[in-house]
């Protein structure tokens, strides 16, 4: 999944003097069994250029039977501003994210001066490798499960479209980069879509901006 968690590879980023995105690749981790705040660290998951996940568990009784996703940014990254705001507006959107479709997020922070975001674990694969498998093993996508997984995304924007501020106030949010890494399929039959990181919670934002995000052949039309 590690196209998946390069949230702002495709973004220019004024990165700090000297940066090696192979470099960053090493650091933000942490030792398999060793406590993050209140998250034993179970497994790495994987690295992009930009973060390193991890699964985990939470120390409280009450979050016993649950997996995290701890997704820390990498140390030269968590030193730049810019990155840093990338990040923390991924977590202000997820925050808001509450649908089923949707990998939700539980919190985020700053842990041991590492900037992380908590999230829920999907135990499966994302929808680009299971598309590189089938084409690997000359394997027809069953229409049916192509039709329930978009079916099950455009539910995910639809409530994401569609959702206001506490005055009833549209935020027109736009995720900006539906791309199939950013598609999870867990093994129990869930669709969850994620990366909201680059997602512009208006439209106007975009035009202010000019920034375009996310990969060329997935653009929202809101950037055109």
Same mark, same amino acid.
């Given at each position: 999944? !590690? &196209? ?5 590879? &495709?973004? =220019? ?13 090493? /650091?933000? %981790? ?13 497994? !790495? #998951? ?8 991890? $699964?985990? $568990? ?7 039977? %649950?997996?995290?996703?701890?997704? #820390? ?10 990155? #840093? %705001?990338?990040? $923390?507006?991924?977590? @202000? ?22 900037? @992380? ?10 929808? /680009?490798?299971?598309?590189? $498998? ?23 924007? &639809?409530?994401?479209? =569609?959702?206001? =501020?506490? &005055? ?8 900006? !980069? ?5 598609? @999870?399929? %867990? ?38």
């Amino acid at each position: 999944m !590690d &196209d998946g968690l390069n949230l702002l590879d &495709d973004l =220019e980023l004024e990165l700090p003097d000297g940066f090696d995105f192979a470099g960053a690749e090493t /650091d933000s %981790s942490v030792a398999q069994g060793a406590f993050f705040g209140p998250y034993q660290v179970i497994a !790495d #998951v994987g690295h992009g250029g930009v973060a390193r996940v991890m $699964r985990a $568990r939470h120390i409280h009784p009450s979050y016993a039977e %649950s997996t995290f996703a701890i997704k #820390v940014l990498h140390d030269e990254l968590a030193r730049d501003p810019r990155v #840093v %705001s990338f990040f $923390r507006n991924e977590a @202000f959107v997820l925050s808001m994210l509450k649908h089923p479709n949707i990998v939700q997020t539980f919190e985020a922070g700053t842990q041991d001066d590492k900037v @992380f975001i908590a999230m829920e674990y999907i135990d499966g694969r994302d929808l /680009d490798e299971m598309v590189a $498998r089938c084409k690997k093993f000359n394997i027809a996508l069953p229409m049916p499960v192509a039709m329930f997984v978009v079916s099950e995304v455009l539910a995910a924007l &639809d409530y994401a479209h =569609e959702l206001t =501020e506490g &005055d009833g106030q549209p935020l027109r949010l736009v995720h900006r !980069d539906i791309n199939p890494a950013n598609v @999870f399929l %867990s093994y129990d039959g869930h669709v969850k879509l994620g990366d909201f990181g680059v997602a512009s919670l208006a439209a106007d934002q975009v035009e202010k901006s000019r920034e375009l995000a996310g990969k060329i052949g997935y653009f929202a039309p809101e950037q055109l």
